[in-house]
């Protein structure tokens, strides 16, 4: 009886367990579709890593000329602004060596001068070694007719042997004076003609000597302009090593410049993760420094040609019989606001949660147009050459005197040469 009882109990009592759990196996069941719905409507089209870091350009200052440090006018963390000075170093050796070459500017422009003016001195020597010639021609001439009237007045008996002996040694000895002024002409010329192949086709100002001489000046008064050191970005001062009174070289890093409005995020992201990453994908990104309150939007720019490991000062050797596969890392270069970064400031190297979308699979993995701008600028080292030339140019002035005038006259007396050498030949 009772075991009767208690039979018709059980089924009654189980029930409700039955309908617990299979209720929970419901709310499982929809969780479970929910979620799978939510990853196929949603979370697959997006990716995450934790392995993110905020990446910059460090910007290192570096001597072109070798010197003392006199002044530092920038200290660790402090803001500058692009062409101010930070180093200043000892301009007494750049200033003695651009004296130097100001001296031998003006040494060359004297004697480039001299060239010059040796041109009309020469011109008039082969004028006068023409005429020269001219009147040993003629005396030539008449000792010839003098010789030759004697020698038809000899069979008659009115000259004797001795006058025209006489008369043939005064028509070899003119000649022989004919002959040695000829080759004096000849020589004036040559000499001349050298002296014109180093002034033909230029004037005093711009003769190859002159210009070298320039150049050098230029070269000295670059070095003196370069004893400023200037800040080549606006950015802050980081990693200053240079002390004052130190002697440093040229390339020597004496700080570095970080330029806060210009940087970006560097994710890491599992090699399983690129599939579906393109160029141009938008990014939301968190910072460990100002955590989930502050959001940033960002776009991929551009994804590494490498792991990780495989750029790493040690790489490591797979090829060895101890060899555990690891999943491999690739940095995706990710661009940020400009004007989200002005409103909350990252630094070089903080920590950052990257999510990307990639929903939009239309662009590219990987670029294949060369970039149309330089990726920096700066005009910091345009030193002007204006100061420069017009040092040069009041050297020259001043050294010069009438070089072009004696030009002219040496080109004048040219002219008069020529004419002199037309008339000796007819």
Known sequence: MSSAVTENRNPNSSRPRRVAL??????????????????????RHYESTDNAYVAGNLVQITP????????????????????????????????????????????????????????????????????????????????????????????????SDEEIQHAATAYANAKSALAAAQAAANAAREQLAANQA?????????????????????????????????????????????????????GAPLMSIVPLNHVWVEANFKEVQLRNMRIGQPVTLTADLYGGRVEYHGTIEGLGIGTGAAFALLPAQNATGNWIKVVQRVPVRVALDPRELAAHPLRIGLSMEATVDVADRSGKML???PPTQPAATTEAFATSSRAADAMIDRIIAANLGHAIGAHKTAQASGRLARHAQTTALD
Not at 22 to 31: D, I, K, P, Q, T
Not at 73 to 91: S, W, Y
Not at 220 to 239: I, M, N, Q
């Open 22 to 43: 299979a209720a929970l196996a419901g709310v499982f069941s929809l969780a479970a579709l929910g979620y799978g719905v939510y990853w196929y409507l949603f979370d």
């Open 64 to 159: 072109q000329v070798g010197g003392t440090v006199l002044a530092i006018e920038a200290d660790e963390t402090d803001f500058v602004r692009a062409g101010q000075p930070l180093v200043k170093l000892d301009p007494a050796d750049a200033k003695v060596a651009l004296e130097q070459a100001q001296a031998q500017l003006a040494q060359t422009v004297r004697e480039v001068r001299t060239l010059y003016a040796n041109n009309a001195s020469q011109a008039a020597a082969v004028a006068l070694r023409d005429a020269e010639v001219v009147k040993a021609k003629s005396d030539v001439a008449k000792a010839q007719d003098d010789l030759a009237r004697r020698q038809s007045l000899a069979s008659t008996g009115a000259v």
């Open 198 to 250: 180093l002034t033909a086709g230029t004037t005093p100002e711009n003769h190859p000597n002159v210009l070298r001489a320039a150049a050098r000046v230029r070269e000295a008064y670059l070095a003196l302009s370069r004893v400023e050191l200037p800040a080549p970005v606006t950015g802050y001062v980081a990693k200053r090593s240079v002390q004052v009174g130190s002697r440093v070289q040229v």
């Open 367 to 369: 670029a294949d147009v």
